[in-house]
């Protein structure tokens, strides 16, 4: 392995891991808040109650993946979905608001959108549950 490609699949793993530890702790919370929140965000747009329950795989499962570089396109592609539909259901009067402190309302969930959207087009790299070659990842 040259340095090069060491340095890119570091860079992979930072990636993927970071992402997939911050969007958990999201998921973790919402566990033990309940489903409550959620589900009344999904119901008062209309959709059906079930929905609600897949943003545990958006945001518990889905990480996990990430973490461990298992399934990781897939994974974070269920992250991206995760995030549109948090924007679409719950950011949408913040899409052209301002912070307080300056830069836009929603750059965590922006980081979180693109972080995710990276990794689907990377993969996982060699630093990863699927290893040197990249079946799983």
Same mark, same amino acid.
């Given at each position: 392995?040259?340095?090069?490609?060491?340095?890119?699949?570091?860079?992979?793993?930072?990636?993927?891991? &970071? #992402?997939?530890?911050?969007? %958990?702790?999201? !998921?973790?919370?919402?566990?033990? /808040?309940?489903?409550?929140? +959620? =589900?009344?965000?999904?119901?008062?747009?209309?959709?059906?109650?079930?929905?609600?329950?897949?943003?545990?795989?958006?945001? &518990? #499962?889905?990480?996990?993946? %990430?973490?461990? !570089?298992?399934?990781?396109?897939? /994974?974070?592609?269920?992250? +991206? =979905?995760?995030?549109?539909?948090?924007f679409g259901l719950v950011h949408t009067?913040?899409?052209?608001?301002m912070a307080p402190t300056g830069g836009?309302?929603?750059? %965590?969930?922006?980081?979180?959108?693109?972080?995710?959207?990276?990794?689907?087009?990377?993969?996982?790299?060699?630093?990863?549950?699927?290893?040197?070659?990249?079946?799983?990842?």
């Amino acid at each position: 392995m040259s340095h090069s490609q060491g340095s890119q699949d570091l860079g992979k793993a930072v990636l993927r891991i &970071v #992402l997939g530890v911050l969007i %958990l702790l999201h !998921g973790i919370s919402k566990i033990m /808040a309940g489903p409550g929140f +959620v =589900v009344k965000v999904v119901t008062d747009a209309g959709l059906p109650v079930e929905l609600s329950y897949l943003v545990y795989v958006g945001e &518990v #499962l889905a990480p996990i993946l %990430l973490i461990v !570089g298992l399934w990781t396109r897939a /994974a974070a592609l269920i992250v +991206v =979905v995760n995030m549109l539909f948090a924007f679409g259901l719950v950011h949408t009067k913040q899409l052209m608001e301002m912070a307080p402190t300056g830069g836009w309302a929603l750059e %965590l969930q922006g980081m979180y959108l693109a972080g995710a959207l990276a990794v689907a087009l990377l993969g996982a790299g060699r630093l990863s549950f699927g290893g040197i070659d990249g079946r799983w990842n």
